[in-house]
């Protein structure tokens, strides 16, 4: 098991960036592949970005791609999303997730982090 914190939510205007972070627990960080989903009220938890162990490899869903990064470190048990030209409809709250399998299983891993608010105005 592992235990995921993230942070870096908060309100941004159209158009502008925010960093989530998500720090990990234990020395088996590496073993893990990464995730990020997020889930916006009233609707079901839905897939944004995945990483591979290494950080070679990396996949987006299609209403983030070109604008969003997935990126990790190692060496800081630390797993990063950029997120660049968010518009309102990425408001949500956003969740890291770790899956001993990889790539990623589609609806994510045994570990979740708690989840950190994005809010993104008009």
């Known amino acids: 098991q592992v235990q995921l914190v993230e942070s870096g939510g908060g309100l941004v205007q159209a158009g502008g960036s925010l960093r989530l972070s998500c720090a990990a627990s234990?020395?088996?960080?590496?073993?893990?592949?990464m995730g990020w989903f997020r889930q916006a009220p009233g609707k079901e938890r839905e897939f944004v970005a995945r990483i591979s162990r290494s950080g070679a490899s990396t996949y987006y869903a299609d209403s983030v791609k070109g604008r969003f990064t997935i990126s990790r470190d190692n060496a800081k048990n630390t797993v990063y999303l950029q997120m660049n030209s968010l518009n309102p409809e990425d408001t949500a709250v956003y969740y890291c997730n770790a899956d001993i399998r990889s790539p990623l299983s589609p609806g994510g891993g045994d570990n979740w982090g708690q989840g950190t608010q994005v809010t993104v105005s008009s």
């Open positions: 234990g020395r088996t960080f590496s073993s893990y592949a």
